[in-house]
């Protein structure tokens, strides 16, 4: 497997991080799409399991991978606390919270 593959998947985590961080949806969504194609090219071919040398990056990479999820988990929590203080100051209002930016 080509270490390529890694550090491409690792970029593309790193991209997504970063657009999480920055609370940017266009970004979040390019970098999504990014970091799945990324993750399929990896998942693809497998063999990194037997190279010592892909084995540790993959390592550190589940490493960053963890502390994005962590941080996706942070951001989805204070979204809904949003929400529902939202929702608990106008109950009978509208709340179009899941409609595009125009």
């Not at 799409?33 to 998942?43: C, G, H, P």
């Not at 502390?67 to 606390?81: K, V």
């Amino acid at each position: 497997m080509s270490l390529a593959l890694i550090d491409a998947f690792a970029d593309a985590a790193t991209g997504l991080r970063r657009a999480m961080q920055a609370a940017d949806l266009a970004e979040i969504e390019t970098a999504t799409t990014q970091f799945q194609a990324a993750l399929a090219a990896v998942q693809g071919v497998g063999a990194w399991r037997s190279d010592p040398e892909a084995k540790a990056r993959v390592k550190a990479l589940i490493e960053e991978l963890d502390a994005s999820r962590t941080l996706a988990c942070l951001l989805g929590d204070l979204a809904g606390q949003k929400h529902m203080a939202l929702a608990k100051a106008n109950p009978d209002a509208p709340q179009p919270l899941y409609g595009r930016p125009r």
